[in-house]
């Protein structure tokens, strides 16, 4: 037999599976064939649910007008909701990145998502990320303080770098979450870098 | 703000699919989200690109009226196939274990998929699986060997236990496939139970 045995057995609607849950970030061709055979024994139920699931996503979910987080509305509940400070704008990468700031509890603004990090490398520029609209936003809205919450890392260092740049001519406070020994850790096995952010970041006790 | 901020924040749509990927195996809460967001990101034809695999493969994709492998016809590739061994059945508990051993190469009779082994504390009993379909092609095929291919562990045994014990009134050779240390192993990180097979199963060379 000349056949790859796999072309030979496994059924056309199989594979075409396999392939698109392959695709997904994260899931290799075994997870794939694991997560479509089990798609295969389920009830007709569940794997309708996730197929509907999938398509109402694409179909109700948008991003907000204002702040470019997601919603299935034009504004998002955190700028719909008055009781948030409107006097500080939090700028992040991802909507993730909301979610996670909001389960601190730590901060009551409001948030600007850029929905991605400059990197010319891959082919992100300036243009292809919220900055424009942030930059109307501080313009327009009676903000005192940007936080540039990007990811301390190299991209997000970078793209809160030329935020800056932008906002700096703008008379508003700019500022970035603090760096240091994550809580919990061990200050034996932090990183040379944290450690050194965490040294010249010290305070007053 | 007494409601969970997620609850608050996530829309539903968004809230729904996270669930429903959640509910695969092999996939936990954040590996959901991380799918979510990015399919929120992704091509919305990569998106429906996805939904209608899944809804074909459910659609399109039924069991083998013959030996229960899965296939788009009423018998599958194999069983459809002249040249293969018609005298031997090799009896596996899923789909997937097909594609392993046509992987090898090593075989070229038929197959059995029994869908599942014997587990009475899950529910799992002898009516649950293809046996009695297994009994009836062993009497009315030119059958001379079985191969219970079930897993080495404790269900896949119980399971072939069961069937060695159907089988046998009915003339016909039944085998399992060796035990022993697996090929480009370490005979020191062999556990007992492997390395105890391999000696009991040992051949003259």
Known sequence: MTVHPDHYLIAAPVARLIEEFA??????????SRLTFYLLRAEPKQAQALA???????????????????????????????????TKICVVEEPLDVLA?????????????????????????????????LIARVRSEPVNEVILATNPNTEGEATAFLLLRDLAPLGVRVTRPARGLPTGGDLEWADPETLGSALEGRREL
Request: charged letters at 30%.
């Open 23 to 32: 695709r997904l970030p994260g899931i290799g061709p075994k997870t794939a």
């Open 52 to 86: 509907q699931a999938i398509l109402d996503v694409k179909a109700q979910v948008g991003y907000c007008r204002r702040c470019f987080n997601i919603t299935v509305d034009e504004l998002c509940p955190i700028c719909r909701d008055p009781s948030r400070d409107q």
């Open 101 to 133: 700031i909001e389960r601190t509890g730590a901060y009551r603004g409001l948030y600007h998502v850029l929905h991605g990090h400059i990197a010319p490398l891959e082919g992100i520029y300036r243009e292809d990320l919220k900055i424009d609209e």
